[in-house]
């Protein structure tokens, strides 16, 4: 099951338009640089937890991040 469409406008809400992403091995100081437009593309939404380590759906276990910072998390795509 995937994010509902509320819980993904409240996290990009609270994202204010740019990846939520902090991880140090991504290439990037502090914080992710990359910004966008809610419908204009380029983000994904990404479980904090997974879902098959038992990672819910609420808007708690979601991350807003650019589609590279996503694709270089550890569960991506599992």
Same mark, same amino acid.
């Given at each position: 099951m995937a994010f509902s469409e509320a819980t993904k406008d409240e996290a990009f809400r609270?994202?204010?338009?740019?990846?939520?992403?902090?991880?140090?091995?991504?290439?990037?100081?502090?914080?992710?640089? +990359? #910004?966008?437009?809610?419908? /204009? @593309? &380029?983000? *994904?939404?990404?479980? +904090? #937890?997974?879902?098959?380590? /038992? @990672? &819910?759906? *609420?808007l708690s276990n979601c991350e807003i991040l650019c589609e590279r910072c996503h694709k270089l998390t550890e569960t991506y795509g599992r």
């Open positions: 609270r994202s204010r338009g740019q990846c939520e992403c902090t991880r140090k091995e991504h290439d990037h100081m502090g914080r992710c640089s +990359k #910004t966008f437009t809610r419908y /204009g @593309g &380029g983000w *994904e939404a990404h479980h +904090k #937890t997974a879902q098959s380590s /038992g @990672g &819910g759906n *609420e």
